[in-house]
Structure formats: C-alpha cells, structure tokens
C-alpha cells in the first residue's frame, strides 16, 4: 500500500493508525507541489516521523505554477505523481485520508451545482486512482470525523501542519467548510451515510445497465440498439454512455448527452463528439460521424 501524507491533521492519523494495524505493509509518500516555501519542511517534518515509526518514505518533488484553478491543477498533478509512484514501487493501491467531513462538503458542492445520482454519490471507499484505472484508490476514513483524526494525532503528541489556504475563502470547499461549522444543523456523517446509499443505488443502475448492454449490437462499422418502450431516461443515458466509450470518449458529458437522447428518441439524427447517432428506424444505429469539409 502506499499512503499519501501531506502533514497535515489528517493525514497524519491515517500514518499513524495504519502503523498501529499494518507497520510492515506500507510505505508513505508526500507531494511537494511546488506552491508554498513551507512545503519542504513539513515534507521534511512528516520524513522524520517514518523514520522514527521505520515506515519507508518518499518525497515527491512538482513544479505548479501559481494562478486560476490553482487547486484544481494541484489535484490533477497530485493524483499522477502518487499514481506513478504506486507503479514504479510496485504498491497495489494508493490510500488517502478524506473522511467524513470532507464527504460531506462534496456532497454541498455537487447538490450546488445539479449533480445526479453519480456526483451526490460522493467519493468511494473504493475508486480508480483518476487517470490510472488499474490503480485502487482507497479511502479507509470516510466513517471518521476531522475531529476525531485531530485526536489521534494529538494523543501521539504531533504538531500538524498548517496549510494556510484550508483558510482562503477564495476557494469553494472552504467557504462550504465555514458555512457548515457555524450551524449545527449539518452532521458530517450523516451526510456521510447518504453518500453510501446514493453509490448502492449507483451500483445498482451499472448492473441494470450491464443487463441491458446485452442487446446492444457492436459490428465492425456501427454499433446498433433497440431501446426497449418505456426504458427510464436515466439508464438510456448510461447505455448511451457506454456507447460513446465503445468509440473511445471517457468523459461524461452532461447536458450534452441528455440533448442528444432527446434527439434520438425524438427519431432524429444528431452527433456527439464525434459519434453520429441515428434512430429514424429501429434499431438505432451509431457510426463514427463523417469528417467535415471546410
């Protein structure tokens, strides 16, 4: 297993409980992403502790540069470094510390911006590593609370790091942070429950859908469907999904997807990506769509 381990509270506590329960069966990596000057000490900080618990540690070194989608960036160019690291050591998964609260404040973001069922499901227990689809990425804390975390690392007598920008009201999570611990009307692992039966309900539509995939046809230059009558928009639009990934697209997209089955059950003709869809007869039928001429 490999952990990755910032320094900070969290994950911290994920370090710790992982030498109380496994101390031979991990190693422990730490992300410098290049942004702030303290992030070689507390590399250096969370360096010193696997020496002393005897845990084998590695430092990985970016280069980001400061500006818009500053976190974003940071996620993605997170994400590669742990996952290559994973590969080239060998570790069969890449373990992180979210826990309850984090879940929570995913879920506030996504029901903000319309999520379905797949977004409001919220982060797994289980998942691919982003961009690495071999690679698990587990998420063993999703029951904790931050609090709870924070005590462990106190008891072992540690001082956490502090990355000043989980203060920045610039940015999305922490105001949803802020606006969640001035109430006491939010509970994190509650929240945290909902997310495990939406991902239930999530794995339930897969296996209809993997169901109903065995009547999609797949020829050498078309792939052809007969939606069955009254077939529930939700899992047309997976079938569709799937169908688009079949010519090589692994982006949902969204809005975009809904218009186009609007189309085809309208009995039109209309093209996404680059996946031409016609359902003027049954069954309906995609090709790769011609390319146009200027």
Same mark, same amino acid.
């Given at each position: ?21 496994? /101390? ?20 250096? *900080? ?33 994400? %590669?470094?742990?996952?290559? +690291? ?20 995913? *879920? ?11 977004? @409001? ?10 961009? *690495? ?36 009201? %610039? ?40 169901? @109903? ?13 007969? /939606? ?7 899992? %047309? ?22 218009? +186009? ?22 069954? +309906? ?10």
């Amino acid at each position: 297993m490999g952990l990755a381990v910032s320094g900070g509270s969290d994950s911290l506590a994920l370090l710790l409980l992982f030498h109380e329960v496994a /101390p031979r069966d991990f190693c422990v990596a730490t992300v410098d992403h290049g942004l702030r000057a303290e992030a070689a000490a507390e590399a250096a *900080m969370v360096a010193a502790l696997c020496g002393r618990l005897c845990v084998a540690h590695h430092t990985l070194s970016l280069s980001l540069a400061k500006g818009s989608a500053v976190q974003e960036r940071a996620r993605t160019a997170r994400y %590669a470094a742990l996952g290559q +690291w994973c590969t080239d050591h060998g570790l069969a998964a890449l373990v992180t510390a979210h826990h309850a609260d984090d879940q929570a404040e995913t *879920m506030i973001m996504r029901l903000n911006r319309g999520a379905g069922l797949r977004g @409001l499901a919220g982060m797994r227990s289980c998942a691919p590593v982003p961009g *690495m689809a071999d690679l698990p990425l587990l998420r063993p804390l999703l029951d904790w609370r931050r609090a709870e975390l924070a005590q462990v690392v106190q008891a072992a007598g540690l001082a956490a790091a502090d990355d000043p920008s989980n203060r920045d009201t %610039a940015f999305e999570r922490v105001r949803v942070r802020a606006a969640m611990t001035a109430t006491d009307a939010f509970d994190a692992k509650g929240f945290a429950a909902s997310a495990q039966h939406l991902a239930a309900a999530d794995q339930a539509l897969d296996w209809a859908v993997g169901r @109903l995939w065995q009547d999609v046809e797949e020829h050498e230059d078309r792939i052809t469907w007969n /939606p069955p009558h009254g077939l529930p928009p939700v899992l %047309a639009l997976r079938i569709l999904e799937r169908i688009l990934t079949a010519y090589g697209h692994t982006e949902s997209r969204g809005a975009d997807l809904s218009r +186009w089955l609007d189309t085809l059950q309208a009995g039109g003709v209309a093209t996404l990506g680059n996946v031409k869809g016609d359902a003027r007869r049954a069954p +309906w039928r995609f090709t790769i769509a011609p390319t146009r001429r200027h």
